[in-house]
């Protein structure tokens, strides 16, 4: 903790107002050589709501290496007691595995897709790295859901994310649809900052990471915010791909079916929003969770034979 000035305020003994975002959305815009695949409309949609969704963005061939890559890791027993798997509470199955890019090698391929990488940098103005990556795994019958949040919040309280100049990229392994736990976003929400109640016990991340219960926004708050955009879960087929800014609001609901949800998601930082101290926490989360130190920018990666030839245009 520390008693530097704080722009977003968070972990508060008492209930604070949320309050506009203070800075811009599609940060481009400022930037003017930052061109990139997205036109107007994509960047207008972007800014009003908070996310894009590109439906069948990959071939579904191409996610299937990581399913492999997920089995053997099962079967990694080091890797299975480290800090860098979460499972689920309920089940014990692996729910996340977190540094997949430096796990993967065709995760690490994958984050530099020079389609995905050209629309990050101009969403960000700037060079990027992967702030953190990991593939989250809700089985049948079986996965918990995630309660309401902001992933900058979080970033911001215990990790030092000093601004909000992020993007998340969630990679569909598996199809999404409507009963399986998909991904649910506010849209607009990003436009606003909503302070969390509740002071960061030491290492909380142990906890919050299987159940999130620190940085769930006001119930009040939520409810405003939904009834101003309503609420999207976009659905589509392995290989659909969703970009979301890093502070719009979203959760997901428990898989009642009995068909798997497998997403991969990496966030990108701006090589010019680089982690500080953590605002809002006693001490600094590890490395898998907010990277320090593997902060230089991304190089794109052009050999992608299996990808499919599909452009960048968002559905919605």
């Not at 949609?45 to 069948?56: P, Q, T, V």
């Not at 926004?217 to 879960?233: E, F, S, V, W, Y």
Request: glycine share 6%; hydrophobic share 35%; net charge negative.
């Amino acid at each position: 903790m520390t008693d530097r000035f704080d722009p977003f305020p968070t972990r508060l003994k008492d209930y604070h107002q949320p309050f506009g975002r203070l800075d811009p959305i599609v940060h481009a815009r400022n930037q003017r050589r930052w061109d990139g695949p997205l036109d107007e409309v994509a960047l207008s949609r972007y800014e009003r709501d908070g996310f894009l969704w590109f439906d069948g963005f990959f071939s579904h061939e191409s996610v299937l290496p990581f399913f492999q890559e997920l089995r053997e890791m099962a079967e990694d027993e080091s890797l299975m007691r480290s800090e860098q798997v979460i499972t689920d509470p309920r089940s014990g199955a692996i729910r996340s595995v977190f540094g997949m890019h430096e796990l993967s090698e065709h995760f690490d391929k994958l984050t530099r897709d020079p389609r995905i990488l050209g629309m990050v940098r101009q969403l960000l103005g700037s060079e990027v790295y992967i702030h953190q990556s990991r593939i989250n795994d809700k089985f049948g019958f079986e996965g918990s859901g995630f309660n309401w949040h902001s992933d900058f919040e979080t970033w911001h309280a215990e990790d030092g994310m000093p601004r909000m100049r992020a993007v998340s990229a969630s990679l569909m392994l598996t199809d999404n649809n409507e009963f399986n736990g998909p991904l649910m976003l506010i849209p607009g929400s990003h436009h606003h900052f909503v302070p969390c109640v509740g002071e960061t016990p030491e290492q909380n991340w142990k906890d919050s990471l299987k159940s999130q219960r620190l940085g769930v926004p006001d119930k009040k708050a939520l409810a405003t915010l939904a009834n101003r955009g309503g609420i999207q879960a976009p659905k589509g087929p392995a290989g659909s791909l969703l970009l979301f800014e890093c502070n719009t609001l979203h959760a997901s609901n428990e898989n009642m079916s009995p068909w798997p949800r497998s997403n991969l998601f990496f966030v990108y930082n701006s090589v010019d929003n680089q982690l500080e101290s953590p605002f809002a926490a006693p001490s600094p989360r590890p490395e898998h969770l907010g990277a320090r130190k593997k902060t230089a920018p991304l190089t794109m990666y052009d050999d992608f034979p299996e990808l499919s030839q599909q452009g960048v245009s968002p559905l919605r």
